[in-house]
């Protein structure tokens, strides 16, 4: 053939591929069988093979590019990660409608769904770049800790239900498309590769096989998976961009620019029909070619999600309904206690293998001692066990016909595992504690709980390096990470290197970090991640100009940790001291006039402060040259400080969560109902009930234009 016929028959070899990958990973139809679209497929890489010159970026046969020589790097996402929250019956769906009538302060919403199949498998997010008149796959990240994922476009790229590129017609064009969606592996195919793997190889579960698929170095090994994808969300400037006003719009769109939606999406009317789609695919899961464990639900309409908007993790317009707990039976061996951080003893029973919900189980928490007393559990029991969440296993029943004569009672211990010391249980509490601060245990889950993703993020700090840390009296608290030099690593156990250079430097990039992780990470009883971001945002931080020394760039992170360049750079931070000083200042009454942060957190809190101790911990990280960086946000002068606000009816420009947010920024609290402590009624269109009852109780009823002035 002549070149022109070549470069005519390759784009048509590739047109047609595409088609027929359309309408099998799409359209849901099999026009052609896998043996035909394979010997099409082998024909192009002939002629591309031959004729180097007519291969194009977008064509089928560039998927698998190049391995990877490293770890895969991390990238930040464009819109941070959120998880649905999950509900397991009605009941919560009714608590999660009501949350939502109280949220938009209107009663008997008739709230239309989109609801598709919650897909098990690994969350990723796909980033196109408008390039000329096309979108060009140029990032594929994984969800990671939300804010910051693995890089997996290499093994992304290899899944051939997903675009390259695309075009669309629309008269607005963002220059990025953000997509976000779930790789995962079909039931047949993960048969397939277990069938090829050793034993110990063998994936427990598709959506392990998957996660392990897109995070191999080497493409092709993706490539031979045969993975696939759906998709169902948008980034916000994207979604925004685009002028996309309901979520079946949105997925509309997804689907025209021919990437991959779950063909069982549906838009429902209320709760009556919700019930019904589960109820049908809880029945057949089974059946289908992939693994589900629920479905997901989101209100259909875009501008109700911006009024409800989302807490610090969790989209409060949307829920996962998730299938009951698998549930197993598996006999108990043992029964042990584990020392967590703030010194809670958690009894776990140790149990006969049992492979539950896709994993092999051989532990179960127990929960606490009133827990055993109240299922009356003993070593030699057989128990139903289920995954709590689908994560957490727990054991909910004792089986006593089948107890064996020979069972044991379990008595509580009276001293700590780890140290001996005598366990208390605080009046009121259930759960016992070791008091001893110095517990090794104690300090173990401190440090873990420190360098875990959600708080500092320092890579190489498993459980076993800890061990090592501790048993050799190198680190006894967690801010002596931070002062590790590569002369005393390099001499212990497990610490060759490659290791001492990678964890040196991963300390080293971790010592500036977000406030509201650092809050987090000290570990402080009852103040988890929302309650870290609410502290973060809405205390008064004194920041600083300070000169730090950051690695060049150019000569890399390594290179200039061990003895060569290093820069003086200035950047706005909080010192440890300054933290100090803040949290010393602030009393269990003021923090509890923080929206969100209730009696039991603000004693807890202060509580901390105020022991030597904590103090001395602070001062230590200052020293390791540790600082928070001042969170991104609203500082607005706290004019608002305890006053309570109630908002109800449509305002005329202010979403309700943004309304909401001006309040909380500037030291005030939202209220979902009116009550005589309540200061102002915030009103728009139809206000409902909520006004009648502001004017009953002669509280001040406000519009948008006089809550703006109210603001300054």
Not at 146 to 168: A, N, Q
Not at 533 to 560: C, D, F, M, Y
Request: aromatic content about 6%; hydrophobic content about 40%; glycine content about 6%.
């Amino acid at each position: 053939m002549k070149v022109e016929e070549i470069m005519q028959r390759a784009e048509k070899l590739r047109d047609e591929i595409w088609r027929l990958n359309k309408a099998y990973f799409i359209d849901d139809k099999e026009e052609a069988s896998e043996d035909v679209r394979d010997a099409l497929k082998q024909e192009l890489i002939a002629l591309e093979a031959a004729h180097p010159e007519i291969i194009t970026p977008d064509s089928p046969t560039q998927r698998v590019g190049a391995p990877l020589d490293g770890r895969l790097p991390k990238i930040k996402h464009l819109t941070p990660k959120e998880s649905l929250t999950d509900a397991f019956s009605h009941e919560e769906l009714l608590d999660w409608i009501d949350q939502m009538e109280r949220a938009l302060g209107k009663e008997g919403v008739a709230f239309e769904f989109v609801s598709e199949l919650k897909i098990d498998g690994l969350n990723v997010t796909l980033i196109y770049e408008l390039q000329e008149e096309s979108y060009v796959l140029v990032r594929a990240i994984t969800r990671g800790n939300g804010i910051e994922g693995e890089d997996v476009t290499h093994s992304v790229k290899t899944i051939e239900s997903v675009p390259l590129s695309f075009e669309i017609d629309r008269p607005n064009k963002p220059k990025l498309i953000e997509v976000s969606g779930e790789v995962y592996m079909p039931k047949a195919e993960l048969d397939n590769l277990n069938l090829a793997l050793e034993e110990d190889e063998k994936f427990a579960n598709p959506r392990n096989a998957a996660a392990g698929s897109l995070r191999q170095l080497d493409p092709k090994i993706a490539a031979s998976r045969k993975l696939a994808i759906f998709c169902y969300e948008l980034g916000k400037d994207t979604t925004e961009a685009l002028g996309i006003a309901t979520q079946q719009e949105l997925m509309e769109f997804i689907r025209s620019c021919g990437i991959a939606t779950n063909t069982e999406l549906r838009l429902l009317q209320g709760l009556k029909e919700v019930e019904g789609m589960y109820e049908e695919f809880q029945k057949s899961r089974d059946s289908l070619p992939y693994d589900i464990d629920g479905i997901v639900i989101k209100v259909n309409d875009k501008r109700m999600q911006k009024d409800l908007g989302s807490t610090a993790k969790a989209p409060r317009w949307a829920r996962a309904y998730k299938f009951p707990a698998e549930q197993k039976t598996a006999q108990i061996l043992d029964i042990q206690l584990q020392v967590g951080r703030t010194g809670a003893i958690t009894p776990v029973s140790h149990l006969s293998p049992t492979h539950l919900a896709g994993s092999t189980v051989t532990r179960a928490t127990l929960h606490n001692a009133d827990e055993i007393e109240r299922l009356d559990v003993r070593i030699g029991d057989t128990v139903v066990v289920q995954k709590a969440g689908d994560i957490i296993p727990e054991v909910v029943e004792v089986m006593t016909n089948l107890r064996p004569a020979n069972s044991r009672k379990f008595h509580f211990p009276l001293h700590c595992p780890s140290c001996e010391g005598e366990l208390v249980r605080p009046e009121g509490e259930a759960v016992h504690r070791c008091p001893n601060t110095n517990c090794g245990a104690v300090r173990q889950e401190k440090i873990e709980h420190l360098v875990s993703r959600y708080a500092f993020n320092i890579e190489g700090f498993g459980k076993e390096t800890i061990d090592v840390l501790l048993e050799q009296e190198v680190v006894s608290d967690a801010a002596d990470i931070f002062f590790l030099t590569y002369d005393v690593l390099i001499t212990l156990p497990l610490f060759k290197e490659k290791k001492t250079e990678n964890i040196l430097t991963a300390i080293e990039s971790a010592k500036h970090v977000p406030l509201d992780r650092f809050l987090f990470a000290l570990g402080i009883r009852h103040v988890g991640r929302e309650t870290a971001e609410i502290l973060a945002n809405r205390l008064q931080w004194p920041k600083s100009e300070l000169t730090v020394e950051q690695s060049n760039a150019s000569a890399g992170a390594q290179a200039a940790l061990f003895g060569e360049e290093k820069t003086s750079v200035k950047i706005h931070g909080i010192t440890m001291a300054n933290i100090a000083t803040t949290l010393q200042a602030q009393s269990p009454e003021d923090l509890f006039l923080i929206d969100g942060i209730g009696d039991v957190v603000a004693k807890s809190l202060s509580s901390w402060i105020a022991e030597e101790d904590n103090r001395a911990l602070l001062h230590k990280f200052e020293n390791a040259g540790v600082i928070a960086v001042q969170p991104e946000g609203s500082h607005a002068e706290q004019t608002l400080t305890g006053q309570i606000f109630v908002l109800t009816g449509t305002l005329p420009t202010l979403a309700r969560e943004e309304a909401k947010k001006m309040v909380k920024d500037r030291g005030g609290k939202v209220s979902s109902s009116v009550s005589k402590n309540t200061n102002y009624v915030l009103a728009g269109d139809d206000p409902g009930s909520k006004y009648d009852k502001a004017k009953d109780l002669d509280v001040a009823v406000i519009t948008e234009e006089e809550f703006i002035q109210l603001l300054g």
